[in-house]
């Protein structure tokens, strides 16, 4: 372990990740006034750069993040990180927010989650990431759904074919399409589960909304692409919503959209805001 000065006055978050998402988590987090911050480092990743290790906290491993006693944990590495610290995080009272959203379509794995912020009286905070449009979904949740009426979710994704690389290379499909070529069509269930690192966007629509198993997800590789766009109509007793969002890609890495640190961020900035809107 490998502290810092700091003031007990100020906030302690701590942050698990050393992806593209995290690094910029991580600097606005450091030049933010209110924050003491601690960097999780995982076995057999990469070291921090320089700058980071001169002025953030480093922790090794589980033990450690919790003898620190942080305020807010922001897990920002995978699901596997997800697995391994956030349920103990939360059974010890402390929150966090999570971007592996795509994870939670393993029902045990929900169920767990939820069941140790019950008991650490602490919450599990999903941020929209590339998406918007979530506290007018989330609303539609309370509607009453009727045979005249149904209550329908449905979510496109549609990316250029960088961000889907491997999975064409193994599907034994063009790299450079000349059209569009669908990947996947079915529930968010089923499409986080099968693209865990790309469709976290169909399970935080499906969380917000309708759940897992009722919202429909179809998954589009698009060489007229230019950026990560996400389609989302919602439809029942409530009226109707149709939204559409084009995300640059993150400079680093082209599967995630580059507002996705900006979301977490903003929910770092609420966490500790005394007046929150939405």
């Given at each position: 372990?490998?502290?810092?000065?700091?003031?007990?006055?100020?906030?302690?978050?701590?942050?698990?990740?050393?992806g593209a998402?995290?690094?910029e988590?991580?600097?606005?987090?450091?030049?933010?006034?209110?924050?003491?911050v601690a960097?999780?480092?995982?076995?057999?990743?990469?070291?921090?750069?320089?700058?980071?290790?001169?002025?953030?906290?480093?922790?090794?491993g589980?033990?450690?993040?919790?003898?620190?006693?942080?305020?807010?944990?922001?897990?920002?590495?995978?699901?596997v990180?997800?697995?391994?610290?956030?349920?103990?995080?939360?059974?010890?009272?402390?929150?966090?927010?999570?971007?592996s959203?795509?994870?939670?379509?393993?029902?045990?794995?929900?169920?767990t989650?939820?069941?140790?912020a019950?008991?650490?009286?602490?919450?599990?905070?999903?941020?929209?990431?590339?998406?918007?449009?979530l506290?007018y979904?989330?609303?539609t949740?309370?509607a009453?759904?009727?045979?005249?009426?149904?209550?329908?979710?449905v979510?496109?994704?549609?990316?250029?074919?960088?961000?889907?690389?491997?999975?064409?290379?193994?599907?034994?499909?063009?790299?450079?399409?000349?059209a569009?070529?669908?990947?996947f069509?079915?529930?968010a269930?089923?499409?986080?589960?099968?693209?865990?690192?790309?469709l976290?966007?169909?399970?935080?629509?499906?969380?917000?909304?309708?759940?897992?198993?009722?919202?429909?997800?179809?998954?589009?590789?698009?060489?007229?692409?230019?950026g990560?766009?996400?389609?989302?109509?919602a439809?029942?007793?409530?009226?109707?919503?149709?939204?559409?969002?084009?995300?640059?890609?993150?400079?680093?890495?082209?599967k995630?959209?580059?507002?996705?640190?900006?979301?977490?961020?903003?929910?770092?900035d609420?966490?500790?805001?005394?007046?929150?809107?939405?």
């Open positions: 372990m490998n502290l810092k000065n700091s003031s007990d006055l100020k906030h302690k978050v701590a942050i698990i990740g050393r998402v995290a690094f988590v991580i600097t606005y987090a450091l030049n933010d006034a209110r924050f003491d960097l999780v480092l995982q076995p057999g990743r990469p070291a921090p750069t320089e700058s980071v290790l001169n002025q953030a906290n480093v922790l090794f589980l033990d450690e993040l919790l003898t620190w006693q942080p305020d807010l944990v922001i897990e920002a590495a995978g699901k990180a997800l697995q391994t610290y956030v349920a103990p995080c939360l059974a010890a009272g402390v929150s966090v927010i999570a971007s959203v795509g994870a939670l379509a393993d029902e045990e794995l929900f169920k989650l939820h069941q140790a019950i008991t650490g009286h602490s919450k599990l905070i999903l941020p929209s990431g590339a998406v918007g449009a506290d979904l989330s609303a949740r309370f009453t759904s009727s045979i005249e009426a149904p209550t329908a979710i979510y496109e994704s549609r990316k250029p074919p960088s961000a889907w690389r491997d999975v064409l290379a193994e599907r034994g499909l063009p790299l450079t399409p000349d569009p070529i669908t990947l069509e079915g529930s269930r089923e499409a986080a589960k099968l693209f865990p690192q790309n976290n966007v169909a399970a935080t629509i499906a969380l917000a909304g309708a759940g897992m198993d009722n919202t429909q997800v179809s998954v589009v590789v698009d060489p007229a692409a230019k990560n766009m996400h389609t989302l109509t439809t029942g007793s409530f009226g109707s919503l149709s939204a559409q969002i084009m995300n640059r890609p993150s400079p680093t890495n082209p995630t959209s580059w507002v996705v640190g900006l979301s977490i961020i903003s929910n770092l609420r966490y500790f805001a005394p007046i929150v809107v939405g």
